[in-house]
Every structure is written in C-alpha cells, then in structure tokens.
C-alpha cells in the first residue's frame, strides 16, 4: 500500500497590507477585501505546501473575480496540449486517412487552441490589470522551523511600492523581498 504523506505549513502573516488601491488594477473606488490564496506547493502533486495565512487584500469589483486565479504554468499547458493533440488525432482519423498529416494538424490545432486561450486570459480591459491573482508568495527560507525570510510577486508596481513603504522595516532588515509580475 502506497502511503503520501503531504505536508502543511501554516505561516502566520506578519506584513502590513496597503489599502488605499486595488492590489491589480490601482483603482482607489469600492474596494472589498479579499483572503487572497498565498500558497507555495511542490510540483504537480503537492507533497509540501507553504501557506500564508490572513493574507487580505483590497480588490475592486472588476478584480476581484481574480483572486484565487493560477497561472498557467508550462508543464499543465503541455499535458493539455497533448490531451488534446489525442482527442483531435482520434477525430481527425475519422475524416483524414493520412497519418502524417493528421498528427500534424492535430499538434498545430492543440497549441493554437492553448495559446489563443492563454492570450485571452492574459488580454484585460484594463493595462494594469492581470486576469490572474495579482500577489503571489513565491519563496520562503526557514531556519530551525521560524520564518526568516519572503518572497512576494505583484503584477502592479503602484502596488507593490506601496507594499514596499509599508512594509520598511522588513525590507530593510531582508526579511521580505518583492519582484514584479510581467
């Protein structure tokens, strides 16, 4: 019998969240705050997985369908282009006898599907904006089981230098860093 043990760790949030603007797009109107999923897991089956608990940012109507919205990343985007270059084999057999060609068309109809509904995505009616959820925790160092230091992703700069001046103490000392999503 095949056993996984996944690990949990809870971490309690320390940092001093800017609620002056939306945390995605910078607009400073009918802000609501959001428990913002700030999670770190291990690969495709997460056997560790870092949370960062209390995580409340402000959002404004439009973004707040963001929160909680992953990235594609580039091992997901390619089993579901192989998924589908399958499913799109098997139906084009039925019409093209032509083995060479039918895989070929399936692979080129797959990764345009994908990459047309990436692109989609990513395309919002505001510049500053991301579909996505626009903080993400990306790194954490531990030393004898306490939290010595963070590592923060936010897709808008006002934001993040927002978070940056709120936060001073922390950044000074290196116990938490921030990088910008593009």
């Given at each position: 019998?095949?056993?996984i043990n996944i690990k949990r760790i809870e971490i309690q949030s320390f940092l001093n969240v800017p609620v002056d603007i939306c945390c995605n797009c910078g607009e400073d109107d009918e802000l609501d705050f959001y428990d913002t999923p700030l999670e770190i897991t291990s690969g495709l089956m997460p056997l560790k997985i870092i949370n960062l608990t209390e995580s409340y940012y402000p959002y404004c109507p439009s973004c707040s369908m963001s929160v909680g919205q992953k990235r594609?990343?580039?091992?997901?985007?390619?089993?579901?282009?192989?998924?589908?270059?399958?499913?799109?084999?098997?139906?084009?057999?039925?019409?093209?006898?032509?083995?060479?060609?039918n895989l070929l068309m399936s692979l080129s109809l797959s990764f345009l599907?994908?990459?047309?509904?990436?692109?989609?995505?990513?395309?919002?009616?505001?510049?500053?904006?991301?579909?996505?959820?626009?903080?993400?925790?990306?790194?954490?160092?531990?030393?004898?089981?306490?939290?010595?230091?963070?590592?923060?992703?936010?897709?808008?700069?006002?934001?993040?230098?927002?978070?940056?001046?709120?936060?001073?103490?922390?950044?000074a000392s290196g116990k938490v860093s921030v990088k910008i999503l593009k």
């Open positions: 019998m095949l056993h594609l990343t580039f091992l997901p985007a390619i089993l579901g282009g192989l998924l589908g270059t399958c499913a799109l084999s098997i139906i084009l057999s039925m019409i093209i006898e032509n083995l060479p060609l599907c994908i990459f047309m509904y990436h692109k989609r995505l990513i395309k919002n009616k505001k510049e500053s904006a991301s579909y996505f959820q626009p903080v993400l925790l990306r790194g954490v160092k531990f030393r004898r089981g306490s939290v010595i230091s963070l590592s923060l992703c936010f897709y808008n700069i006002n934001y993040a230098q927002l978070f940056k001046e709120a936060n001073y103490d922390f950044f």
